[in-house]
């Protein structure tokens, strides 16, 4: 009998594959504490020059309609600088809800955002890739589609994120479409909006309608959505836009001050999370004027700036300090808080890549943060999205969303007989607490090579890197479409060529 | 004018060399909080199981002088088995000091060991080397030179270690003299003593004593050396010959139950931990009996077992929550404890290795503790120094050093005046601010490259392990070895020779 034939052949494999749910871990409920690196004397110190600053310096807002509602809401208006006095302030953001449900398509992928609710996300925005080959160079929409496929499968991504890399063979003015729909089909988790234009970000609101219901959509959070702010200071007109077209839409905001430590914000970290600070108060308390008790997340995205080259850096020390501090911030706010994961200056999946992605990581799980994105893929400061990287940081998000759910003395009693058992001098293997708790005792990565040398040779000396690749590789083979009603999709194609007659294709 | 004569030609840059002082990092005086995950009761409820061990199933002395010592302390001995009563165990650990200094040829090199103290020093007895070939071979006196020399020059590492590689042309039974020279004369750090027999702790003593003065070594910790545990519950002659001689001769040991999680422990972090307690405590409690006040270090060797394969794993979710509960447990008892940091299973310097190493050491530096082993060069569960990793390793550590001291607000007010003089939209490197705080605000990697891509691909397309083998090299080149007066290098020498004369070779 043929191997093919012993196994059933084909279309027994793919009933196999189709009948088998991925495995998929909820969002991480936090056990353990959440390390502060503030005493509350700081905390105050920080909070309170943050007020300062919107008080006395001001912020601006590069919208008229923006200008005009703050002006309603009681601020100080002059030109497009906008002072804020602390009540007013406090006053609105304290209108954000703690937390909100993400809803996903297939309801057992929703999420909590906010108390003690952690979710990990993919990266995002990367104009290039690194994909089998290792070779950098744009990304395409067949790149787009293989992440979408990829963050479905990964059982600790709980969202499929969004524009994971730019699909640059997709006009600029018509991507958001064709982003938006690949995230619906490939993957039933939530996904991610666009924000280039108050028009896009409606249409994805649209396109979301279509799957879940316009009525749901318009009472629901379906997707999250990412405004950064021009630090120091600047709230843009095309950020307002989407921030604006999302709060009435009943969508979830992240409020993100896009720091730049030493460059937009002083050579100081608590001078930096101070002026962040009052950057993310500022757009929060914004949204819950454009519609009192709209979802949003206070954002961040932290680099240092070497003042050696200029170049952005991660994984450090100060971006730890500054997560802590951060996350202490939210919490007394009492709003859910996103930060930025497993990132990394490397232009390969490399030593440096692993070291600034872990460095960067672990302190954010131990601050608590919320929504977690590019939690898998990062590389070259955000510009290149490298694959091997997305499966090897993806299992590693695994681990930690392991960690984060503490020790347990619930098997203590049985452990401490198995050591009574065994006494001085033998081993565990064979005791029956081993074999009741061996499978969720420990993590155990696929991905990892821990065997002896020898065996790593026979193996092929492969690196993690190469691991990583043939990683996603055998993952794809395995890949299962989630169901979507036909009609839906059929309105999805309906719904991109309607809105491609009325868009111009433009590149730029 | 030639280059060289510009530059005032080698004997001026040797001049240079001789006189700069190496750049070096006091211990770190741990200024952020201790991460905590054990609250009260459970900490009591591992402190209570782990005495329950050793009076009701006891742990084996395989001594026959270290189990008279118990018997004459009032435990109850049964055979090779020893039944510590808990008022007994406590009251001589009590004797414990929680703080000693350990002292370095060099008295600026002197750290405390214990308290808010934090040193790092570098991995320990691997056979194999990935020199600058990165081809894996067994170690050597020469490679072991570059590591003493590496450890001396290398900022945060704050001791020379001892056997970083085994040196295997050198007989095993002469080895420990050609170990301890080379870490004497090449380095004037701290560092640690042989613990392969009696006679061998005995000679590394004598040899401090050439150096430090005899009756200095008598009353001052000089070195530090390492005992393990062959877990679960047994101390053996070796181990307890070699603690005897350091307890008795006023030198510092780490008592180390030699943790393989789920084989030599139950698959269980809190058992295990419970586990690992009783094996040091007990140890603890023994130095005690020997020598009141003699100067120990909690210790702990943490990996966790694949149940499919056998092989130990560490970097993940369970080494990081019983690094935070043993840390609670030293502080309970009041001793300073030591853990192991950049630490993987990987066989080359990979990202496995990097993610590994450094999701391993962010909870120890959060967990306080006192003694790091193992932060630099460590590959293949111990088994090969590797040279790369240790120059890249040893930079992270510099990097975790810098977080260690926390948050800094001394310089807040000037830092606000800047945010109000750059205002919205401007940038902050003109600022006086900037001028005057850039060096120290952020931690600046020379071995991490957050260059452009394009500046990348000039400057050859290396990865990080490459960056690290050429780091080595080039700091190698600078290497000055520090000053030791002649009369003392001749009587190393002339010890070396003599004792050389009565121990026969054996490579066995």
Redesign the interface.
């Known amino acids: 009998m043929s191997a093919e034939g012993r196994r059933g052949g084909r279309s027994a494999r793919r009933a196999e594959r189709t009948s088998s749910a991925i495995r998929s871990l909820p969002a991480l409920r936090r056990k353990?504490?959440v390390?502060?690196?503030?005493n509350a004397e700081?905390l105050e110190?920080i909070h309170d020059?943050s007020l300062?600053?919107l008080e006395?310096?001001?912020?601006?807002f590069r919208d008229e309609e923006s200008l005009a509602i703050w002006r309603e809401a009681g601020a100080d208006i002059r030109g497009e600088?906008v002072h804020i006095p602390r009540d007013l302030l406090m006053s609105l953001a304290g209108k954000a809800p703690p937390v909100f449900t993400m809803n996903a398509r297939n309801p057992e992928r929703s999420t909590d955002v906010g108390g003690d609710s952690m979710t990990f996300g993919p990266t995002y925005g990367s104009p290039f890739v690194r994909m089998f080959d290792n070779e950098?160079r744009y990304g395409t929409l067949d790149d787009l589609a293989i992440f979408h496929k990829l963050a479905h499968m990964a059982p600790a991504l709980h969202n499929t994120g969004a524009v994971t890399c730019e699909p640059t063979d997709s006009p600029v003015s018509r991507r958001h479409l064709h982003i938006t729909a690949s995230a619906i089909r490939l993957s039933d988790k939530p996904f991610m909006g666009p924000v280039t234009s108050p028009e896009r970000a409606q249409d994805a609101i649209d396109m979301a309608g279509l799957v879940m219901g316009e009525e749901f959509v318009k009472n629901n959070a379906v997707m999250v959505s990412i405004m950064n702010c021009?630090s120091?200071?600047?709230w843009d007109e095309t950020m307002l836009g989407a921030l604006k077209v999302y709060a009435r839409g009943g969508q979830a905001s992240i409020l993100a001050p896009f720091t730049l430590?030493?460059?937009?914000?002083?050579?100081?970290?608590?001078?930096t999370v101070?002026?962040l600070n009052a950057e993310a108060l500022a757009a929060i308390a914004f949204a819950q004027a454009v519609q009192p008790g709209a979802r949003v997340i206070y954002g961040n995205f932290l680099s240092?700036?070497?003042?050696?080259?200029g170049?952005?850096?991660t994984g450090?020390?100060?971006c730890?300090?500054m997560n802590f501090?951060i996350g202490q911030l939210a919490r007394k706010y009492n709003v859910p808080w996103r930060s930025s994961g497993m990132i990394t200056?490397?232009?390969?999946?490399?030593?440096?890549?692993?070291?600034?992605?872990?460095?960067n990581m672990?302190?954010i799980l131990?601050a608590g943060a919320n929504y977690i994105m590019h939690t898998a893929g990062w590389t070259?400061?955000g510009?290149?999205a490298n694959l091997s990287?997305f499966m090897?940081d993806a299992e590693?998000m695994e681990?930690?969303h392991?960690?984060g759910q503490?020790?347990?003395?619930d098997?203590?009693d049985e452990?401490?007989d198995?050591?009574?058992e065994?006494?001085?001098?033998?081993?565990?293997?064979g005791?029956s607490?081993?074999q009741n708790?061996?499978?969720n005792?420990?993590?155990?990565?696929e991905?990892?090579?821990?065997?002896?040398?020898e065996q790593?040779e026979i193996d092929g000396?492969k690196?993690?890197?190469k691991r990583?690749f043939d990683a996603a590789e055998k993952a794809l083979k395995d890949y299962v479409q989630p169901t979507l009603d036909p009609a839906i999709d059929e309105a999805i194609t309906a719904f991109i060529t309607k809105r491609e007659e009325q868009i111009p294709a433009a590149f730029q």
């Open positions: 353990i504490p390390y502060e690196v503030l700081g110190m020059a300062r600053i006395e310096i001001g912020i601006d600088r950098r021009n120091p200071l600047v430590a030493g460059a937009n914000t002083p050579a100081s970290t608590v001078a101070a002026s240092t700036v070497s003042m050696k080259s170049a952005p850096m450090n020390s100060e730890a300090l501090m200056g490397s232009k390969i999946m490399d030593a440096q890549a692993a070291y600034e992605s872990a460095f672990m302190p131990l070259e400061a510009l290149t990287k090897l590693q681990m930690l392991k960690m503490g020790p347990s003395f098997d203590f452990a401490m198995a050591i009574r065994v006494g001085p001098a033998g081993h565990f293997f005791t607490h081993t708790h061996f499978q005792a420990f993590f155990m990565s991905l990892a090579d821990n065997n002896s040398f790593w000396s690196d993690m890197t990583g």
